[in-house]
């Protein structure tokens, strides 16, 4: 199965993404961000099922949260989401 | 021991605050700064602990929660950044050396003091609505005397700046913990305090809530486990003011302080204290000699009570009382301008400052042994 990875800006605001998701429903995993995803070094990112984003986003955005960006993995490697 | 100098740290602690610290340094290593368990732990239980701070001071984000060494640097972090040299900056006349040696530290600052009697509300309103003019950059007022216990009408302060488009930054040393403070309605700026005071956390732990409208100034600049290619502190909190490696031991401690004035609710609290002050106040009054700082209903009043006597120097009862192993807290307190307002900055008072964890025959021991050594 295909998973979204949300990249977060720092670990609380990657802890705070996963608390929404949870509320919502959304099954998710917190994790370190892979170092290529991380541009500007060092992040925390959000995992979520394929069949789960929609809900996912729809849940962030209620939160007025905002992933610096978003990734689809695809044969185990990454892809950015154009959602 | 009879501990009555909460007002400077509370000593009794829940059970849990040390247990957590214990666990914390087993279980524990710093958050945000690998993915391994001992480090999602340590990640959890900070945001856990934000977020509680959060649910009890009505901040809508758990990031605006920054945690600090105690409310001395909070406060500074707030007053550098609304603080420039050649600022106007407004002031209770209650406010502590946390608050006024920072200013002094910033170069042509104006420091105009709001200056109102003990336990009127109204008339320090007054004073800040009289002494807030155009070019000021800044109010700062403490929520609750550090000296004295009087409650300032932060609330209504809050409308005032917020009405004239100046900043305003809350001290709550000693309100966070035992009266309701609403970040969100006030719209203050920042509302710095302490962990180991009402909230009962250890030493060393405090808690500074920002606005987000404001960017803060960095006292400190180091690794925050974001961003790491850039040199300049990350902008978003509470990475921006959070450098370095994070109290983990004491900020699990919080964590169960926190959880403890939460599961014992304020109103519980606040009437507790109230109720040992009123106490202690009333009977100090009875004591020839003495001088005691309240009001008969204790009107705008909570948790702390000063007094003096005229038989004997503040300090040395003081000493007398500690060799009875009774603590209090005498002489200025660290807020000369609060001793000048009241008129007490000749003699100091002796302080009286209650936690949720006194009792009753405390306060009744205490006044047995004031009334002795002022016999």
Known sequence: MEHYVMIARSVTYAQQMQSVLSTNGVRS?????PRELSDRGCAYAVRVPENQIAAA??????????????????????REAAL | MIYLDSAATSFQ??????????????????????????????????YLCRTELAELFHVPMPEQVVFTFNATHGLNIAIKTLVRPGSHVVISGYEHNAVTRP?????????????????????????????????TDAVICNHVSNV??????????????????????IDASQSA?????????????????????????????GVLLCNPNFLPKTLMEGGT???????????????????????????????????????????????????????????LKKIPGTEVFSRPDLAAQTGVVSFRCNQMDVEELGDRLAQRDIAVRCGLHCAPEAHQTAGTEQSGTVRVSLSTFNKIPEIAAFLTAVREELQ
């Open chain 2, 13 to 46: 602690k829940p059970p849990s605050v040390a247990a957590a610290m214990q666990d914390a340094l087993r279980q524990l290593s710093s958050p945000g700064r690998g993915g391994y368990p001992a480090a999602n732990r340590a990640a959890e239980t900070s």
């Open chain 1, 57 to 78: 986003l729809a849940a962030i955005r209620n939160a007025r949260l905002a992933p610096l960006k978003i990734y689809v993995t695809q044969n185990n490697k990454y």
């Open chain 1, 29 to 33: 995993q917190f994790f370190r961000a």
């Open chain 2, 177 to 205: 913990g035992v009266l309701p403070l609403d970040f969100e309605a006030l719209g203050a700026a920042f509302v710095a305090m302490p962990g180991h005071k009402g909230l009962y956390g250890p030493q060393g732990t």
């Open chain 2, 225 to 283: 486990g974001s961003v790491s290619m850039e040199q300049d502190m990350p902008e978003f909190l509470p990475d921006r003011l959070e450098a370095g490696t994070h109290n983990m031991p004491g900020i699990a401690g919080l964590l169960e302080g926190v959880r403890f004035v939460r599961q014992t609710g304020l109103e519980q609290i606040c009437a507790h204290e109230r109720n040992l002050t009123l106490t202690a106040a009333e009977e």
């Open chain 2, 103 to 135: 200013l002094a530290a910033i170069p042509n600052v104006r420091v105009t003091v709001a200056s109102a009697p003990l336990f009127r509300p109204d008339e320090v309103l007054e004073a800040f609505s009289r002494a807030i003019g155009p070019d």
């Open chain 2, 148 to 169: 004295f216990g009087f409650v300032q009408p932060v609330e209504a302060l809050a409308k005032l700046c917020s009405a004239r488009k100046i900043p305003l930054l």
